[in-house]
């Protein structure tokens, strides 16, 4: 499989609303902007990890 295949399947929470709070959180997928950058760099275990944290992150709070 090549590297971009593999890349591909990665399952990312992005939804295309890419605007970021005065925390540099995104208002679309919630992720913070370091999260995003350095997304396909983080294992399997990581990505997991953040996806579940989002279910429940209240990025209007992360300055709190």
């Given at each position: 499989?090549?590297?971009?295949?593999?890349?591909?399947?990665?399952?990312s929470p992005c939804v295309s609303i890419?605007?970021?709070?005065?925390?540099?959180?995104?208002?679309?997928?919630?992720?913070?902007?370091?999260?995003?950058?350095?997304?396909?760099?983080?294992?399997?275990?990581?990505?997991?990890?953040?996806?579940?944290?989002?279910?429940?992150?209240?990025?209007d709070a992360e300055s709190q």
């Amino acid at each position: 499989m090549s590297e971009q295949a593999r890349l591909k399947q990665i399952k990312s929470p992005c939804v295309s609303i890419c605007k970021y709070n005065q925390n540099n959180f995104c208002v679309g997928c919630k992720r913070h902007m370091n999260e995003i950058f350095d997304w396909f760099d983080f294992s399997d275990d990581m990505r997991t990890a953040i996806m579940a944290d989002l279910l429940t992150r209240d990025i209007d709070a992360e300055s709190q």
